[in-house]
């Protein structure tokens, strides 16, 4: 196992986010995601409507970006590859990543990409 797969290995779900974020916000791409919070009855992220919407959602003069991150292991719900399948069947830009994209810059040159001028006109 390569150095770079034992750190991916180690990342969680949660350091994955706060990077992508942070590198979002440093580009100066606006970003949206729903934080959960503590209940009585556990963890819940309070929303109106469909559940498995992205974990993300990135904008920028590129574009706008709409990716699920996930630990090295993790994978999607029923929930999530429904709205994979529907964002991406409506031309929409929808990624999974994991540690293992950020540890290669793969997440940082896409988030770079959006934060570029596309229309010169």
Known sequence: MSARDLLAAHMSEDQLLRAVLEH?????????HCRPARTATGWRT???GTRGF???AIAGPGGLLLPETKSASGSLDADQRRWRDVLLASGQRWRL???QQWLSGEIQEELQA???ETNHG
Do not use: E, S, V
Request: aromatic letters at 10%; proline letters at 14%.
């Open 24 to 32: 979002a916000t440093w580009l100066g791409l606006l970003t949206h």
């Open 46 to 48: 309070p929303i109106q």
């Open 54 to 56: 992205p974990d993300l």
């Open 97 to 99: 990543w994991k540690p």
């Open 114 to 116: 959006l934060a570029k």
